[in-house]
């Protein structure tokens, strides 16, 4: 008696109805795939349209794939209850924000941040606080500044990649287009610039109020001296009190 071999349409059914069971038992979001890895969970989202992180993330996830999607903010605690989370890829999507406290909770067991090929240009010194992870920055239209400067100076940047972090604009235009590393290595330091253009704009501001009260002086002096002319002048046209005095006579002498 022949083997019986099952047909390619049987095979795709029990395939999905697999995909299907381990999407229960998992908890898998719905536009996700997830399977295991040493007892852990991978989950796969990337290349799914999606526009924002999915919420509903197994609680141990040890790797979460989000690649070539359409997200464009990466919120506050937007991975809590991912104590477990290892491998993040959040590379080549539409981020523009990060909030400060977008990796509150996986600090300690991080270990690979993918954050390129975004549209970062600036993030706050918190959102990174802890991180031990090496952390992917390039191809992002980065601002070169003082913020950024101090940012950069408390990660791990993957060695890999760490060229490709470039300036797109600065705060100097000789600089755009240079990596990031290249100019702090050569002795520039953002934070100087910084200081110096808000001792330049306090001394303009502190300037425009000095010329303001001048101003002020000024019109306040004329137009008390015109006021006073005119007081003068309205003194002088009065008569006189020896011209009051002698019409007085007069008219006692005709009386």
Request: charged share 20%.
């Amino acid at each position: 008696m022949g083997k019986v071999t099952p047909s390619p349409s049987l095979l795709g059914v029990f395939y999905l109805l697999v995909a299907f069971m381990t999407t229960l038992i998992l908890g898998c979001p719905k536009s996700c795939h997830c399977s295991e890895k040493n007892g852990l969970t991978v989950v796969q989202c990337a290349s799914r349209d999606l526009e924002s992180i999915p919420s509903d993330l197994p609680e141990d996830t040890v790797a979460l794939l989000l690649a070539s999607n359409r997200i464009t903010k990466i919120p506050s605690q937007a991975f809590k209850g991912l104590p477990r989370l290892q491998e993040l890829d959040l590379s080549r999507n539409a981020i523009e924000v990060v909030d400060a406290g977008a990796f509150r909770g996986i600090s300690e067991g991080l270990r690979m941040l993918d954050l390129s090929h975004n549209h970062i240009r600036a993030v706050p010194k918190e959102a990174f606080a802890r991180l031990t992870a090496k952390i992917r920055l390039s191809n992002n239209p980065w601002h070169c500044e003082c913020a950024l400067q101090e940012v950069l100076r408390e990660l791990q940047l993957d060695p890999e990649t760490i060229n490709e972090v470039s300036c797109h604009t600065a705060v100097r235009e000789e600089y755009a287009g240079r990596p990031v590393i290249q100019v702090l290595d050569s002795g520039i330091n953002f934070c100087n610039f910084h200081h110096k253009t808000t001792d330049v704009a306090m001394f303009i501001t502190m300037f425009g109020w000095f010329t303001m009260v001048i101003a002020y002086v000024i019109y306040y002096v004329r137009h008390n001296q015109e006021d006073a002319r005119r007081h003068l002048e309205y003194l002088k046209s009065l008569p006189s009190t020896s011209q009051i005095t002698k019409d007085f006579d007069t008219v006692s002498t005709v009386l």
